[in-house]
C-alpha cells in the first residue's frame, strides 16, 4: 500500500514540475485552472504572425506551434495561448503542416485537432479529426513531445467547421492548454486573440 502512495506522490510532483514549494505550486494551480472563456470564436482582429505562412495558389499553410511559448499558464500553453484565448484560422481543403516544438523547460506536451469544446475532461482519448493532425504517443508524460524536441505534422483541413488545438497529456487541456482551431469554407486564414 505504501508504494502506491508514493508513487501518486511521485506521479503528481513529475505532473506539476516536481519541488516547487507549496505556495507557489498553489498559486500556479489557481492560475492554471481559471475558468475557460464561452464557446465561439475570440473576437480580435485576424492577423498573420510570423509563425503561420499561407500559400493560396499552393493551398497550403504552414506554421510553428510552440508548447511554452511564454511563462503563461506555467509554460501550459502553445504560441502563448490558452484556454481558447486564441483562434487559429486555416481554409478548407488546405495541407497543413505544424512544426509542434516544446520550449516548456521541465514537461512533455503533445498537440491534435479535436471537435470544439469549450472544456475538457483531464483525460482526452488520443484521436484528432483529422487524419495525421496528432504528434506521436500524445499521452506519454515520457514519450510525447519532450523539452526541447520537436516533431511534424501534416494533415487536409477536409472540413470546415469550429475545432480545437489540445494537448493531450492527462490534465493538461482540463486546465487550459487549448486554443481554437478553425477551417473556413470562405477561405480566411490567420489568428485572433493569443498573446
Known amino acids: 500500500m505504501k508504494r502506491i502512495s508514493l508513487f501518486g506522490t ?3 510532483l513529475a505532473a506539476c514540475g516536481g519541488g516547487e514549494p507549496a505556495q507557489e505550486m498553489d498559486h500556479d494551480m489557481a492560475t492554471m485552472t481559471a475558468e475557460a ?6 473576437s480580435a ?3 498573420t504572425p510570423e509563425w503561420l505562412h499561407v500559400d493560396h495558389e499552393a493551398r497550403t499553410v504552414h506554421m510553428t ?5 511564454t511563462e503563461a499558464k506555467a509554460y501550459w500553453n502553445f504560441n502563448g495561448g490558452y484556454d481558447g484565448n486564441m483562434t487559429i484560422t486555416v481554409p478548407e481543403g488546405y495541407a497543413v503542416t505544424i ?3 516544446n520550449n516548456d523547460p521541465v514537461m512533455a506536451h503533445s498537440m491534435g485537432i479535436v471537435a470544439a ?4 475532461g483531464a483525460m482526452l482519448e488520443p484521436t484528432s479529426v483529422f487524419e495525421g493532425a496528432l504528434t506521436q504517443n500524445p499521452t506519454s508524460m515520457t514519450d510525447a513531445t519532450m523539452p526541447g524536441e520537436k516533431e511534424r505534422v501534416t494533415f487536409t483541413a477536409a472540413a470546415a467547421g469550429e475545432y480545437t488545438m489540445v494537448c493531450y497529456i492527462p ?3 482540463a486546465t487550459g492548454m487549448w486554443v481554437r482551431f478553425n ?3 470562405e477561405g480566411e486564414a490567420g489568428v485572433q486573440g493569443g498573446m
Open 99 to 101: 512544426d509542434f516544438e
Open 10 to 12: 511521485v506521479l503528481a
Open 65 to 69: 506551434i510552440t508548447a511554452g511559448a
Open 45 to 47: 482582429e485576424m492577423t
Open 171 to 173: 490534465g493538461h487541456a
Open 117 to 120: 469544446a469549450a472544456s475538457f
Open 37 to 42: 472563456p464561452a464557446s465561439g470564436t475570440v
Open 183 to 185: 477551417v473556413s469554407a
